[in-house]
Each structure stands twice: as C-alpha cells, then as structure tokens.
C-alpha cells in the first residue's frame, strides 16, 4: 500500500528497540556505514541473504551440537569441539557455530549433471545439495568401534581413470573400512553410489548410517522408513537410498533418545521412526565375518527422470577434448587432472565456483572459470556458459549478478572478446546489441572527470570483490572496467570502426584518471604501489590492483607500481609462503597466491616457483582447494571447501608456463621448472588454445646435455613472433610456426 512509504519507519523502529532495551538499530547502521566510503548500495543484498541464511544454520548448530557431544558428528565437529585439538575454537561469546576449521569437501558428479554430491575429508556423503549424510561405521561384538571422523588418521583419494571416485581408507586396532563415492548413470538418471568394505579381526557389524548433519551443520530428517525388503530407506517422503544387500539390523533414533549411536547395542529393531526436531538418525547393520570382507554399495538416485543429455562413457568422451599435460613431477600432473575433472562438474550450463557454499553464479568467478575452460581446450562448455550471459544484462546495460559491484561489466566484456580472439571467430550480429550496452553502462558509470578528488574519473565506490574491504573506490573494478572497454573496441574494431574508436577512446580517458589517481597514492605512500583504493593504505587488499598485470596485461611486465605491489605483498602478507588475506578470509590463499605468482611469472622473477610449489602443498589429498585455508591446521576456513575458482587458476599457471600471450609474441616455456629437466621423459602440453592459434610444445630432456623443444601450431593466420625462454638456458627468437631447437644453457 502506497501509504505505507509515509511512515515514520526510522522513528518507529528507534522507538520500540529503545523501549525494549536495545542499542538504537538506525544509529548503529549508520556508525557501521561511515567506516566505508559513502555508495548507492551498502552491502549487495544478495550477499546479505546468504549470510543470513550460513549464520542460521550456525544459530541451529550452537543449539544442537554443543548439548550433544556424545553423538558422532561430522569430521569437523570432532576436531573444532575437541579442547586438546589444535582446530579448537573457544564458543564462549560466538552467537552462531560455524566451520571454521576443516571447511573441505570435494565433489563428485558426472559431466552435464547438475547435482553435485560432496565427500568430507573422513568419507561423509552428502549426495543432495544442502541435505543429510551417510557416514559408515565398524563395531565389533567385543566392544570395539571404527568411527572414521574420529579417527586420527585415514587416506583419501581422488580416482580420475574412468570418472570420479573419492576413496577414504579408514584403519585402527585390526579394524579396516574402506568407502567409495561415484556417480553413474543408471537409464538415464544420475545415481550416487557409496561402496562400504570392511574388514575385522573379530566378528563385527558393518554400519551404514543415517546423518541429519553435512560438512556446515545440522540438515534436518524428520522422517525414516525401512522398506519391508529392507534394503531401501525412504527420507521425509521424498527421498531414497537402496542397500546391495538387505539389513540384518536396522535402528532408529529420535534427538531426546540420543544418537542411534549411543544405542546400537541396547535398542530393539525398528524399521521407522520420526522426530519432530527433525534430527532422525538411523542405522543399517550388516554382518562382518571375522577375518572376511563384507562388501555394500548404497545408491541415492539424483534426479526423479531421465535427462538425455547424460550419456555413458562421457568422461571418457570429455576428456579427448581438452588440452593435455604430461610432466614428470606426479603431484602437479595430479592437481591439473583435478582441476580438469573439477571444470568439467562444475560447468553443467552455468558456472559454479564450487558444489555447495558457492553453488550459485557471480560474473568474477565466471569470468576467470570460463578463461580456463577456453585455455583449456573445453569451448563448448565456455560458449554455453556466455550464452546465458545476456539474460543476466539490465535494461540499462549492467551484467548483474550482485548489486553495487561495479567490475562485472568489464568481466563480461574481458571474457567474451577472449572468446572470439582463442576462437578466431567475430561477434555474432545477438551480441552487438549486449556489448554495446555493456560498454556505454562503464562510460556513464564513471564518476565525473572534473573532480578533484583521488577518485576523479574512477568507478563508484563500492563492495567489489568481498575479500578487499569494506565499500570503496577500488582500482580493482577501474582496471576491470579498461579491460572491458578494449575489449569491447576490439569487437567492433571490423564491425563498426566508430563504435570501436569510441569505446577505444573511453578506455584511454579512463586509464589516464586511474594513472593520475595512483599518482596522487605514490605520493601519499612514498612509494609506488598500488593500494586498494585511493584512500586506503598499503595493506592485503592491494591484491586487488595486481589484476593491471594478470589478467589482464594493462600494464608492462616491469611496471614498477605492479612490481611495487608484489614486493609489499610479499614482505607483509604472507604466511607459511602463501598470500595470507587477513579481510574476511583471515586465511591463505591458493587462488590469489598464484595471482601473484603469475606477475612474477610475466617479470621473468623465479620467486613464482616458489609460490606454486607452496600452493600445491596447500591442496587436500584430493586435489582441491577451499577458498581460504587456515593458517594452522591447513584446513579450509572460508568459503566453499572445494574452490573451483582455485582449480581454474592452478589449470591457468600451468598453461601459463608452458604458453602465454605477451603484447603480439607467444612465449614459450618460460615457467619449466628446471628439475623437470633432471629426467629423461619428454614433457608435454597441448593443443593449447592461444589468440594466434593452438599450439603444442613438447620438451625433451637430456641430463648431462642441452633439452630438445619441439613445437607444432596450427595458426589462424600469420604465425607470431615465438620466443623461447626456458629458465636457466638462452632465449631464443622465432617465427617458424612449427619447428625442433636443441637449447643453449646460460653461462653461469
């Protein structure tokens, strides 16, 4: 109702919070606000609806697990809540209990299937979005249990030969349980499988447990029923899990009984049960002869009907596509195959950087996941992805996906045009339309040039990448904002040449007010850095302004701001040899560790060795990354527990290596580590896609004697100038487009 604008809604809510006793909810938003600089949007609501919804889950958790430690909860509640751990964090005043700790997980799917089931770093499978888990247990008859959450130690594996398969291997006191989680498709429906053996000295039961928990807290059960085969629970009425074999035992418990845990050997057989907390627990019990392997597979269909576009043998099909590493140093071959596998899940038809938390869709992650799916060979699935591009456009030209961040429009723009130059093709007439407005939207966006403040002729402030800081005139959405006008130039260079010239023009215009704005910095500073934003210090948010040199190559490779930048990031924000971002996060960073790395990879600085190595040290033993990791324990602390943001940038560092553009020249082979060349097997990489063509390098060593390069490419027009800068040998110039050279070394 039109009348209900009139109402003194400040006033009322001032009145009642002080009546009740409450600090003044108006005065305290305002306080919060003038820490930031002053923007049209305070916090993207979006970002305020997901952080209600994780902290009411927190709210359920510090209700329920604190009370009930008898139980056996996830992996990171046996470690976050154990006082002699070291991933104990004290509640005491913490409103919500959140994971904080062991934030990983990892995904399993098949290729174009949506679900995406996780599997903790104990073998917990939570096959439905957001929804229960199954764990697996080992008791014996004398009294002895395997819990694997609780198990000091146990080895888990990602199998990448024929799909995906997560295998956790679980071992104590004679006790042995081994699990396995894949998807496959059964008549057309994707089907989650959990294969349990176990084995044991002595005659034990083998336990396949109903959780109403996953990797962030409590997932409410409220129902359970043993069909009277019983080999197939139905959960709340909806969904069901099948058993190979039919329980001998089955065990219900509801949340005032305790966990069936507690009662396993006490209870009485039930085969339903209902709680109306909605914390159902139930077991299947099946017999473990001594000395004998008792073999079950559970299966969690993923969807109620076929979907044609699943088809057997897809992974094998998927990956004749992409482009291929072969290297001797096994834990990076691993981690590029992972992060392959990781591309192809998480690309279904958007992209989704990463399979829970992160389930759902931002133009900067996309922007940088689509970058790798094009270098990596996988352009359908890029293409599909920027297809649903224009849905997300306004009518006044913004690329939306949260509101009051200002860089995605030069994202969209940055990552279409590096589309059709690795494709060779030219705009399509369904996206001049989206382009164009795309470019107008960052020209107006501009503040006015006149000004003459810091910020004059930059972006509005606002909340940016989350992890730089509180709203502000980031450079990190300025130079996103340059990129996207070239971008936009270059796309209508053949087009329309005005249009081009126009957006061309309003990319120089704006590259001049952010150098005239870091000018003003470099005096303030003393120094040449570049901070966050006009107004702020040097301080962990500068990792923002390193994207003028990756990605996006605005600035030479020995700019001394960017090279600066490093140096101060470097020296003062970095733990246990990774980039440790103390906003937000407060965790180290895989992804924005090998952006610097790549800076120091493009300045010819041997210190980017160094930092991938220390990344890869960083992945879990299945090859994956959550969004921040903490800084003791190594677990995730932040984000999503399986980043696919960091998958893509390892999948980028590599190519990186082997391969990367450089003004008109393609550079060769600059990032070989030179103990790869201490063997006799020939390394290898390619087709890679590249803006001139693709191209495919192998490198041949020969210990004791100078490595062979051989390179094959298949141009899209004249071949470019190749250099040749294997680290520790002599750079070599060249514009034959496929060729063999024996390398020189450096004298020392």
Same mark, same amino acid.
């Given at each position: 109702?039109?009348?209900m604008?009139?109402?003194p809604?400040?006033?009322?809510?001032?009145?009642?919070?002080r009546?009740?006793?409450?600090?003044?909810?108006?005065?305290?938003?305002?306080?919060l606000?003038?820490?930031?600089?002053p923007?049209?949007?305070?916090?993207p609501?979006?970002?305020?609806r997901?952080?209600v919804?994780?902290?009411?889950?927190?709210?359920?958790?510090?209700?329920?697990?604190?009370?009930n430690l008898?139980?056996?909860?996830?992996?990171?509640?046996e470690?976050?809540?154990?006082?002699t751990d070291l991933?104990?964090?004290?509640?005491?005043?913490?409103?919500?209990?959140i994971?904080?700790s062991?934030?990983?997980?990892?995904?399993?799917?098949?290729?174009?299937?949506?679900?995406?089931?996780?599997?903790d770093?104990r073998g917990?499978?939570?096959?439905?979005?957001?929804?229960w888990s199954?764990d697996?247990?080992?008791?014996?008859?004398?009294?002895?249990?395997?819990?694997?959450?609780?198990?000091?130690?146990?080895?888990?594996?990602?199998e990448?030969?024929?799909?995906l398969?997560?295998?956790?291997?679980t071992?104590?006191?004679?006790?042995?349980?081994t699990s396995?989680?894949w998807?496959q498709i059964e008549?057309?429906i994707?089907?989650?499988?959990?294969?349990?053996?176990a084995?044991?000295?002595?005659?034990?039961?083998?336990?396949l447990?109903?959780?109403?928990?996953?990797?962030?807290?409590?997932?409410?059960?409220?129902?359970?029923s043993l069909?009277?085969?019983?080999?197939t629970?139905?959960?709340?009425?909806?969904?069901q899990?099948?058993f190979?074999?039919?329980?001998?035992?089955?065990?219900?418990?509801?949340?005032?009984?305790?966990d069936?845990f507690?009662?396993?050997r006490?209870r009485?057989?039930?085969?339903?049960?209902?709680c109306?907390v909605g914390?159902?627990?139930a077991?299947?019990?099946f017999?473990?002869?001594?000395?004998?392997t008792t073999?079950?597979?559970?299966?969690?269909?993923?969807a109620?009907?076929?979907?044609e576009r699943?088809?057997d043998?897809?992974?094998?099909?998927v990956?004749?596509?992409h482009?291929?590493?072969s290297?001797?140093?096994a834990?990076?071959?691993?981690?590029? &195959?992972?992060a392959?596998?990781?591309?192809?899940?998480?690309?279904?038809?958007?992209?989704?950087?990463?399979p829970?938390?992160?389930?759902?869709?931002?133009?900067?992650?996309a922007a940088?996941?689509i970058?790798?799916?094009?270098?990596?060979?996988?352009?359908?699935?890029?293409?599909?992805?920027?297809?649903?591009f224009?849905a997300?456009?306004?009518?006044?030209?913004?690329f939306?996906?949260?509101?009051?961040e200002w860089?995605?429009?030069?994202?969209?723009?940055?990552?279409?045009?590096?589309f059709?130059?690795?494709?060779?093709r030219?705009?399509?007439? &369904?996206?001049?339309?989206?382009v164009?407005?795309?470019?107008?939207?960052?020209?107006?966006k501009?503040?006015?040039?006149?000004?003459?403040?810091?910020?004059?002729?930059?972006l509005p402030a606002?909340f940016?990448a989350?992890?730089?800081g509180?709203?502000?005139?980031?450079?990190w959405?300025?130079?996103?904002?340059?990129?996207?006008?070239?971008?936009?130039?270059?796309?209508?260079?053949?087009?329309d040449?005005?249009?081009?010239?126009?957006?061309?023009t309003?990319?120089?215009n704006?590259?001049?007010?952010?150098?005239?704005?870091?000018?003003?910095?470099?005096?303030?500073?003393?120094?040449a850095?570049?901070?966050?934003?006009?107004?702020?210090r040097?301080d962990a948010?500068?990792?923002?302004?390193?994207?003028?040199?990756?990605p996006l190559?605005?600035?030479?490779p020995d700019?001394?701001?960017?090279?600066d930048?490093?140096?101060?990031?470097?020296?003062h924000?970095?733990?246990k040899?990774?980039f440790?971002?103390?906003m937000?996060?407060?965790?180290?960073n895989?992804y924005?560790?090998l952006?610097i790395?790549q800076v120091?990879?493009?300045?010819?600085?041997?210190?980017?060795l160094?930092?991938?190595?220390?990344?890869?040290?960083?992945?879990?033993?299945?090859?994956?990354?959550?969004?921040?990791?903490?800084?003791l324990t190594?677990g995730?602390?932040?984000?999503d527990?399986?980043h696919?943001?960091?998958?893509?940038?390892?999948l980028?560092?590599i190519?990186?290596?082997?391969?990367?553009?450089?003004?008109?020249?393609?550079i060769?082979?600059?990032?070989?580590?030179?103990?790869w060349?201490?063997?006799?097997?020939?390394?290898?990489?390619?087709?890679?896609?590249?803006?001139?063509g693709?191209?495919?390098?192998?490198?041949?060593?020969?210990?004791?004697n100078?490595?062979?390069?051989?390179w094959?490419?298949?141009?899209?027009?004249?071949v470019?100038?190749?250099?040749?800068r294997?680290?520790?040998?002599?750079?070599l110039?060249?514009?034959?487009?496929?060729?063999?050279?024996?390398l020189?070394?450096?004298?020392?």
């Amino acid at each position: 109702m039109s009348w209900m604008k009139w109402l003194p809604w400040r006033l009322i809510i001032r009145y009642v919070a002080r009546k009740q006793g409450f600090l003044d909810p108006i005065a305290l938003l305002a306080r919060l606000h003038s820490f930031a600089q002053p923007s049209e949007v305070a916090e993207p609501v979006e970002l305020l609806r997901a952080g209600v919804i994780f902290h009411a889950r927190g709210l359920i958790n510090s209700r329920v697990i604190q009370h009930n430690l008898d139980w056996v909860w996830p992996y990171w509640i046996e470690r976050q809540f154990d006082p002699t751990d070291l991933s104990f964090i004290p509640r005491a005043f913490s409103f919500t209990h959140i994971n904080l700790s062991h934030r990983n997980w990892t995904a399993i799917g098949y290729p174009e299937c949506a679900e995406l089931p996780i599997v903790d770093p104990r073998g917990l499978l939570t096959p439905l979005l957001d929804g229960w888990s199954l764990d697996a247990w080992l008791m014996t008859e004398d009294g002895r249990s395997l819990l694997p959450s609780r198990a000091p130690d146990c080895r888990q594996q990602q199998e990448m030969e024929s799909g995906l398969c997560i295998t956790t291997d679980t071992q104590m006191n004679g006790l042995t349980l081994t699990s396995r989680a894949w998807v496959q498709i059964e008549s057309g429906i994707p089907v989650c499988k959990l294969r349990l053996q176990a084995r044991a000295d002595s005659p034990a039961s083998l336990v396949l447990a109903l959780r109403p928990y996953n990797p962030e807290g409590i997932s409410f059960i409220n129902k359970v029923s043993l069909s009277p085969t019983r080999d197939t629970w139905t959960i709340d009425d909806k969904q069901q899990v099948s058993f190979s074999t039919p329980a001998a035992q089955h065990h219900v418990a509801d949340y005032h009984s305790g966990d069936v845990f507690i009662h396993l050997r006490d209870r009485e057989v039930q085969t339903e049960g209902h709680c109306e907390v909605g914390m159902v627990t139930a077991a299947a019990l099946f017999p473990c002869n001594a000395g004998e392997t008792t073999d079950i597979t559970a299966s969690i269909p993923l969807a109620s009907k076929p979907d044609e576009r699943l088809v057997d043998e897809a992974w094998h099909d998927v990956h004749q596509e992409h482009c291929q590493l072969s290297c001797p140093e096994a834990r990076y071959q691993f981690l590029y &195959d992972a992060a392959i596998a990781s591309l192809i899940l998480h690309s279904p038809g958007d992209v989704y950087p990463g399979p829970y938390t992160y389930k759902r869709f931002w133009f900067r992650d996309a922007a940088f996941i689509i970058h790798a799916l094009l270098c990596a060979g996988l352009t359908h699935r890029a293409e599909r992805a920027l297809a649903r591009f224009p849905a997300r456009q306004t009518g006044q030209g913004y690329f939306r996906s949260q509101e009051g961040e200002w860089d995605s429009n030069g994202q969209v723009l940055w990552i279409l045009q590096r589309f059709f130059a690795l494709t060779n093709r030219q705009p399509s007439l &369904d996206w001049h339309d989206p382009v164009a407005r795309g470019g107008r939207w960052i020209l107006r966006k501009r503040v006015n040039d006149a000004s003459a403040s810091p910020h004059a002729g930059l972006l509005p402030a606002g909340f940016s990448a989350e992890h730089l800081g509180p709203n502000d005139y980031y450079y990190w959405d300025d130079f996103w904002g340059i990129a996207g006008l070239h971008a936009a130039a270059a796309m209508f260079a053949e087009m329309d040449p005005e249009r081009s010239r126009n957006f061309a023009t309003g990319a120089d215009n704006f590259a001049a007010a952010v150098d005239h704005s870091l000018v003003t910095c470099a005096q303030r500073l003393d120094r040449a850095a570049m901070p966050a934003s006009p107004y702020r210090r040097l301080d962990a948010g500068a990792i923002g302004s390193l994207a003028a040199g990756y990605p996006l190559q605005l600035c030479a490779p020995d700019d001394p701001r960017l090279l600066d930048t490093v140096e101060f990031l470097y020296h003062h924000c970095f733990v246990k040899g990774t980039f440790y971002q103390d906003m937000t996060h407060s965790g180290l960073n895989a992804y924005l560790t090998l952006h610097i790395a790549q800076v120091m990879l493009r300045a010819g600085d041997p210190r980017y060795l160094e930092l991938m190595d220390a990344v890869a040290d960083l992945a879990s033993p299945t090859g994956q990354w959550p969004e921040a990791c903490h800084p003791l324990t190594g677990g995730g602390c932040m984000g999503d527990g399986h980043h696919v943001w960091a998958s893509a940038e390892w999948l980028l560092m590599i190519r990186n290596c082997f391969v990367r553009e450089e003004a008109e020249r393609l550079i060769l082979v600059s990032g070989i580590p030179e103990r790869w060349l201490e063997q006799t097997t020939p390394i290898h990489f390619g087709p890679a896609p590249t803006r001139f063509g693709t191209v495919s390098i192998t490198l041949t060593p020969d210990p004791g004697n100078a490595p062979r390069i051989d390179w094959q490419g298949d141009w899209h027009e004249e071949v470019p100038p190749i250099e040749i800068r294997l680290p520790g040998y002599v750079p070599l110039e060249t514009t034959s487009g496929s060729g063999c050279e024996v390398l020189v070394k450096k004298e020392t």
